[in-house]
């Protein structure tokens, strides 16, 4: 049986592998694979980074204009109202 | 009042309870931009942002009895707004969600397993995303490029920092959908990004 992985196993696997989830076996498997094989090695940094870059992203800066504002107030207070009559 | 003014968060609690309007009116003044921030991440349709903005007060009016006082209001009214936008986005699934097709953002393997394409490094980190506004824009467009039933794991989980389990049970899926749909999600990011993180440009 072979000790390590073929390049398409590892890419199926990568989100269990960073998430901790797999088995000591197949987690040898990935590791022996990533020893010699460039591609993966790039492709497991740059998915890494890629989820990295995702936790950058902030909250959007965006302005509420004043009519907004109101409609969305009209719209609170009035089914308040229905609620309550 | 002016928008930037803090008002006490007690006596916010108060006029709330009592839907006092002045208080609401100062409320949604108050809140109405960091809220729609948020949403933005969700949708990036204006209209769309602007409904679930208001669902969002509504519901947090309604529900402000439940509020557990002494605990902070901003993250309790957050968590509501990203309730609601998952909740309005899977009622409203927008149409153009459909035409992407993720198999191609996905690497080719040959049908020995090797990677078909050649894989490059990137010489741009995650730090540099804060000095470039363009990859900024990019990331956030190819967020918002997919389709509604892909975005939402994905900023659950990698945005928000919520645990697959709980994704799960927010969007109604068995965790392996979820995880299959995050990775994809993830593989269709990273190729979106791919030209400005290896060029650095």
Known sequence: ?????DCKTCFDLLLDYLEGELDDDKRSKIEEHLKTCGPCINYFQTYEKTTKLLKTLKEQEATVPKATQERIKYFVMREIHLNES | MKEEEEISQDLVLEGLKKKDPVTIDGFIRQFSRPLFGVILNYTKNPADAEEILQDTFLKVINKIDTFREGSPLWPWMRRIAINNAIMWLRKNKPKQDRTLNLDDMEPVFT?????????????????????????GSELYNAIQSLPVEYRLPL??????????????SLIQLKEPTT??????ARSFVRERISKYMEGGK
């Open chain 2, 179 to 184: 995880k299959t749909r995050i990775h994809r």
């Open chain 2, 155 to 168: 900023i659950l989980r990698d945005v928000e920092g919520y645990s697959l389990k709980q994704i799960s």
């Open chain 2, 111 to 135: 049908n020995q397993g090797e990677f078909k394409e050649p894989v490059f490094s990137w010489t741009m980190d995650p730090e540099d995303v804060f000095m470039n506004s363009e990859l």
């Open chain 1, 1 to 5: 049986m072979k000790n390590s992985y």
